[in-house]
């Protein structure tokens, strides 16, 4: 896998975004509100670096495109979203600028993703208990969502051997995460097949009872098409899915449904995947991620043999554990970005560089971490407003 892969993207007038200018670390973390443009520039992004690839699977699909950039938002961000596109639309990868007419050019070869988009609506994929075939999906959900819910029934049928069991799977994840997504999440469950009607069906197995999909919790059913991504770019090579083809993994809001403790275990695994070599970009909208990036700043200022200890206490792992986190002992020679999409008085979307994550700085941006602390920095102060007045 390609090494020191920097990317400078911008794009701006599309959609609600007027500019957005990102340099792209080995982990880049975007937070905002809803509807902020995230979601829109990270599909944006799969499209000019996977567009062949794109291309050749709406074909295969049995989509029309005729080399017409209407036609290929349509299909790829969904129906009717293609009007997002202007005159003024600009993109811009690294001093090359895409166009019109380099989106409508036709594919040439056997192109293959370099890719791997783990998008948020990613519930969907499973939301009958087995993984939906691409057709299954409608004209306006967007190409991402159609295309990793396709991936996780291809892994479903072809990747896993024939042993029934989904979690805990050998070699497939490192034993130590593995361990603690069982105890953040599964709690001695274990996750297998229901063989009925043709159709693989996930379900579990926990203290004598088999549950289906349904009767899960919203955390544990979330973390399902997140575990199954994993799956796909970790252990042994596979023929459903090439891990080696991919450059870049983009996981939007991993934390939905999840524990605090289970999300703390997702930074861990994309710690391990940075150590793997690909870039990892992440949307959230969880302070945990941006404590961990915070920690990651303030612990580069200790000495070298002190660090990886204190990631270990960071996280919870007991010291005679460490030799199984070694990917740790490299994260700081990492480049960790983190940037802030907002919408302006005009209602467009900007985003800015944040990733100081500085408490003490005086953009309210940079201290309030694109107001991901700013509600509990405002109860703080009523507390202590209060308290001082009237408390005992």
Same mark, same amino acid.
């Given at each position: 896998?390609?090494?020191?892969?920097?990317?400078?993207?911008?794009?701006?007038?599309?959609?609600?975004?007027?500019?957005?200018?990102?340099?792209?670390?080995?982990?880049?973390?975007?937070?905002?509100?809803?509807?902020?443009?995230?979601?829109?520039?990270?599909?944006?992004?799969?499209?000019?670096?996977?567009? #062949?690839?794109? !291309?050749?699977? +709406?074909?295969?699909? &049995?989509?029309?495109?005729?080399?017409? /950039?209407?036609? *290929?938002? %349509? $299909?790829?961000?969904?129906?009717?979203?293609?009007?997002?596109?202007?005159?003024?639309?600009?993109?811009?990868?690294?001093?090359?600028?895409?166009?019109?007419?380099?989106?409508?050019?036709?594919?040439?070869?056997?192109?293959?993703?370099?890719?791997?988009?783990?998008?948020?609506?990613?519930?969907?994929?499973?939301?009958?208990?087995?993984?939906?075939?691409?057709?299954?999906?409608?004209?306006?959900?967007?190409?991402?969502?159609?295309?990793? #819910?396709?991936? !996780?029934?291809? +892994?479903?049928?072809? &990747?896993?051997?024939?042993?029934?069991? /989904?979690?805990? *799977?050998? %070699? $497939?994840?490192?034993?130590?995460?593995?361990?603690?997504?069982?105890?953040?999440?599964?709690?001695?469950?274990?996750?297998?097949?229901?063989?009925?009607?043709?159709?693989?069906?996930?379900?579990?197995?926990?203290?004598?009872?088999?549950?289906?999909?349904?009767?899960?919790?919203?955390?544990?059913?979330?973390?399902?098409?997140?575990?199954?991504?994993?799956?796909?770019?970790?252990?042994?090579?596979?023929?459903?899915?090439?891990?080696?083809?991919?450059?870049?993994?983009?996981?939007?809001?991993?934390?939905?449904?999840?524990?605090?403790?289970?999300?703390?275990?997702?930074?861990?695994?994309?710690?391990?995947?940075?150590?793997?070599?690909?870039?990892?970009?992440?949307?959230?909208?969880?302070?945990?991620?941006?404590?961990?990036?915070?920690?990651?700043?303030?612990?580069?200022?200790?000495?070298?043999?002190?660090?990886?200890?204190?990631?270990?206490?960071?996280?919870?792992?007991?010291?005679?554990?460490?030799?199984?986190?070694?990917?740790?002992?490299?994260?700081?020679?990492?480049?960790?970005?983190?940037?802030?999409?907002?919408?302006?008085?005009?209602?467009?979307?900007?985003?800015?560089?944040?990733?100081?994550?500085?408490?003490?700085?005086?953009?309210?941006?940079?201290?309030?971490?694109?107001?991901?602390?700013?509600?509990?920095?405002?109860?703080?102060?009523?507390?202590?407003?209060?308290?001082?007045?009237?408390?005992?």
């Amino acid at each position: 896998m390609e090494k020191n892969l920097k990317d400078h993207i911008v794009v701006k007038n599309f959609g609600p975004i007027r500019k957005v200018d990102i340099e792209l670390g080995d982990l880049t973390v975007l937070i905002g509100a809803q509807a902020s443009g995230k979601s829109l520039f990270l599909q944006m992004f799969k499209l000019i670096k996977d567009r #062949s690839a794109i !291309l050749k699977s +709406l074909e295969n699909y &049995g989509f029309v495109v005729n080399n017409k /950039l209407e036609n *290929l938002l %349509n $299909r790829y961000l969904g129906e009717g979203l293609s009007k997002m596109w202007t005159e003024d639309s600009t993109f811009i990868l690294n001093g090359n600028r895409f166009s019109r007419k380099h989106f409508e050019k036709p594919y040439k070869g056997n192109p293959s993703d370099i890719v791997f988009y783990i998008p948020a609506q990613r519930i969907l994929s499973i939301a009958d208990g087995r993984p939906k075939y691409f057709m299954e999906f409608s004209e306006n959900d967007p190409f991402v969502l159609r295309k990793f #819910s396709d991936t !996780l029934r291809l +892994l479903i049928q072809n &990747g896993l051997g024939e042993s029934g069991v /989904l979690f805990p *799977l050998p %070699n $497939r994840l490192k034993s130590a995460i593995k361990k603690m997504y069982d105890k953040a999440i599964f709690h001695g469950g274990k996750v297998v097949f229901d063989e009925k009607g043709g159709q693989r069906k996930i379900a579990m197995d926990v203290e004598n009872l088999h549950l289906p999909l349904m009767t899960w919790s919203a955390g544990q059913k979330e973390f399902m098409p997140l575990l199954m991504a994993f799956y796909c770019l970790s252990g042994p090579p596979q023929n459903v899915v090439n891990r080696n083809e991919y450059k870049y993994i983009i996981l939007e809001e991993p934390e939905m449904g999840l524990h605090p403790l289970a999300i703390q275990t997702i930074i861990l695994q994309m710690i391990e995947f940075i150590h793997a070599g690909y870039k990892v970009i992440v949307s959230t909208h969880s302070p945990v991620l941006l404590e961990f990036v915070w920690v990651y700043n303030c612990l580069k200022s200790i000495p070298e043999n002190k660090r990886v200890d204190a990631l270990c206490e960071v996280f919870d792992l007991q010291i005679p554990m460490k030799s199984n986190f070694n990917f740790l002992n490299d994260v700081y020679d990492k480049d960790i970005k983190t940037y802030y999409f907002s919408r302006s008085a005009s209602n467009k979307v900007d985003a800015k560089d944040i990733s100081s994550l500085d408490v003490f700085n005086e953009d309210i941006a940079v201290n309030e971490w694109g107001g991901l602390t700013q509600f509990s920095t405002r109860v703080n102060e009523v507390v202590s407003k209060y308290m001082a007045q009237y408390g005992e």
